[in-house]
């Protein structure tokens, strides 16, 4: 089943949350919403929520120091600030107190999704320690033993799709052609005329088993004209 990616909106005038919620909602997000300071903060402290979009002037506590105090307690909530004004003191206290990113008002839908699916992919960072690796909340995969598991989801690696995974690790800033992986993973010669399909259809297997929803893939994405990459890590 497809993790919802769950989202918290903090912003007292009624249009602009009501405006928001919509389209979250209709983007398959899972929305909660506050439109007070305090009442924001506590449902922000659960930790529940894999955003935050949090507006500064609030009645009961400002969305400054919930930031602040959200750090406090978590210092890899993502948290993106909506600004009333563009006016730079806002924008740097916001980010001074550790917001991820801020949107100014008025701000298209467009831009602020923009924004928001950036802050994700920052967010749901590939980690590897020893002989795991980690892939955001839901994947965890053994390199070593072949084995991992994507939420409850048990799964089992061949030897080269964990080959594949561990050298798109170690180039995770830049997308990895075909080529490149027929050379550097099967031990191709660089120049031999091969199907490059093979790759393809290693790299489908693979979304199945680490991709909540392998037709639209978070992690092991496709860069036009360029390749593979395992995004997250920076
Ligand atoms: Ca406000």
């Not at 659960?46 to 919930?66: R, Y």
């Not at 924004?115 to 070593?144: E, H, K, P, Y």
Request: glycine share 8%; with cysteine; aromatic share 6%.
């Amino acid at each position: 089943m497809q993790k919802k990616v769950r989202i918290l909106i903090v912003e007292d005038e009624v249009a602009i949350r009501e405006g928001l919620i919509d389209v979250f909602v209709y983007h398959g997000y899972d929305v909660d919403f506050s439109g007070d300071g305090i009442e924001g903060l506590k449902k922000a402290l659960t930790g529940t929520f894999d955003l935050i979009l949090l507006d500064v002037m609030l009645p009961g506590m400002n969305g400054f120091d919930i930031c602040n105090q959200v750090r406090e307690h978590d210092r890899d909530q993502a948290i993106i600030m909506l600004t009333a004004k563009s006016s730079d003191d806002d924008i740097i206290e916001g980010l001074t107190l550790g917001a991820d990113d801020y949107v100014s008002k008025p701000f298209s839908i467009a831009q602020l999704l923009l924004r928001v699916n950036a802050v994700l992919r920052r967010t749901r960072s590939v980690i590897q320690q020893g002989n795991t690796i980690s892939l955001g909340d839901d994947v965890v995969i053994d390199t070593q033993n072949l084995s991992g598991h994507c939420g409850k989801d048990p799964i089992s690696f061949t030897r080269r799709e964990i080959d594949i995974l561990i050298y798109l690790l170690a180039n995770s800033e830049r997308p990895v052609s075909r080529d490149e992986l027929l050379n550097k993973v099967w031990g191709y010669a660089a120049d031999a005329d091969l199907e490059t399909r093979t790759v393809d259809i290693h790299i489908a297997k693979l979304r199945r088993k680490i991709e909540v929803n392998h037709s639209e893939p978070q992690y092991l994405v496709t860069v036009r004209g360029a390749g593979y990459r395992l995004i997250g890590s920076i």
